[in-house]
């Protein structure tokens, strides 16, 4: 019989980092909706809106996703190899719940079967405009006008014909407001946390949505904060958050925290 102290997950919450940024968009963004249709008259590949009050968003899924894909791609934990039985080529992603990347991100749940199980660390909320992005985009568009149609023109190599066609972007110069809270449960979560800015320097040169390979979807972070909420806080033992703002000397790029990250995050008691 095995040592149950041995297999047992040990983990105790010990606080969580709340980290916002702004994500400003360099180009235009599109990240189509699951609902596309056709209206008369209308765009035929729109961006995914908010069904309430129509205002485009970046879903967490899509930033999470992409930052994911890019990490594993930077850690080369991408594994290409053909089905033997299909002949098809399959690509296996980090799925390993003990590693860095699997503990920040999350794996499926079948894939706890050999490993030990544990909560996922990163959260990553929808991003939305606050007013002062909805108020710049309806005195240069107009009323409930948020976005831009953008024609493209697919030119036929062999006999040149073109095949137009329109995709509906968030212009660029919009902010979206991000948020990413991150849970600690062990000491070495915080060391981890290096992967999320890992991430944010990838992707700003790499691009976010669709089109990115025909200009859409760069974008840049900035006006990064950082509130450490140790487990005190939410126990009600009065324990006061500590943010801590990266504005100061302009140190507020993803590179800035990384390259000082001993020194730029508070430690959690």
């Known amino acids: 019989m095995s040592d149950e102290k041995e297999t047992k997950p040990e983990f105790e919450f010990i606080g969580k980092y709340i980290i916002t940024a702004d994500i400003k968009l360099k180009t235009g963004l599109h990240i189509g909706g699951t609902e596309e249709g056709f209206d008369i008259g209308g765009i035929d590949n729109p961006v995914i809106k908010d069904k309430v009050t129509g205002l485009p968003y970046i879903p967490g899924s899509s930033l999470k996703g992409k930052l994911r894909s890019l990490i594993e791609w930077a850690h080369d934990k991408v594994d290409i190899k053909k089905n033997n039985k299909t002949q098809e080529w399959e690509g296996n992603l980090c799925t390993k719940p003990n590693e860095p990347i699997g503990v920040v991100f999350g794996v499926p749940a079948e894939n706890h079967k050999d490993d030990l199980p544990g909560p996922t660390r990163l959260a990553v909320r929808d991003a939305y405009p606050d007013e002062i992005q909805i108020k710049k985009w309806q005195d240069a568009m107009g009323e409930k006008i948020y976005t831009e149609a953008k024609t493209e023109n697919a030119i036929d190599r062999l006999t040149s014909a073109a095949n137009p066609r329109s995709m509906e972007r968030v212009p660029a110069e919009s902010v979206f407001k991000a948020e990413f809270v991150y849970d600690v449960y062990k000491k070495e979560d915080v060391t981890n946390l290096k992967l999320l800015f890992e ?29 450490a909420r140790d487990k005190s806080y939410y126990l009600g033992s009065g324990q006061v958050a500590l943010t801590v703002n990266q504005n100061q000397n302009g140190k507020n790029k993803p590179k800035d925290i990384f390259d000082n990250f001993g020194s730029v995050f508070p430690e959690l008691k």
Do not use: H, P, V, W
């Open 199 to 227: 991430g944010m320097m990838l992707l700003e040169d790499s691009y976010l949505g669709g089109g990115g390979t025909r200009g859409s979807g760069k974008i840049e972070f900035a006006n990064i904060q950082i509130t």
